[in-house]
């Protein structure tokens, strides 16, 4: 049987999770990828903002969706020798911290990842739109952003410039991991 290797891929908002996973996905033989953002969780916050300024508790998300698709995979006639999650918490929740086995944390500057961010989420909305996140940004947001940069980083394995482009970041990936099966 295949051991499959659990790799978590963090970042902030428009940090490059998604990007970084999909590439991944692509470049390694026989993965599958499961993304934080398919999933509707029972326990999770509804205002992020107040949960932040709360003292945010990672382990008020259940994860139960995620790890039974996890699971799902493994338990398959041939499982993916990886999966890779694009999943923002790295090893701070309870119900995932003993399953993954190496986690990244892609460190993209704040104006970067906003940028990103206002492209992807805003190609077809007009510029009061715009203004608005920016304000609400600037007044709430960028606090949870900030604890994931205090945070999230601090509990990874590794961390990746995430300016850099995408094939540079997924080849450090790529060279970690192979590190750590050495």
Sequence with gaps: MLNTKVISI????????????????????NAEALFFDNYDFKGAPEDLVRWVEE?????QWNLDPLLADMKSLQEQEYPPKYILMDYPFSYLNDQLKNVIDLSFYIETPLDIAMARRLIRDYSDKVS???????NHYLKYGRNAYLEMENTIKQNADSIVDGSL???????????????NET
């Design 10 to 29: 963090a970042s902030v908002s428009g940090g490059g999770k998604t990007t970084i996973t999909n590439a991944l996905k692509n470049r390694l033989r």
């Design 55 to 59: 003292g945010p508790d990672y382990n």
């Design 128 to 134: 009061f739109e715009i203004h608005n996140d920016l």
């Design 165 to 179: 482009p995408v094939s540079e970041i997924v080849e450090a990936v790529l060279r970690e991991l192979k590190n």
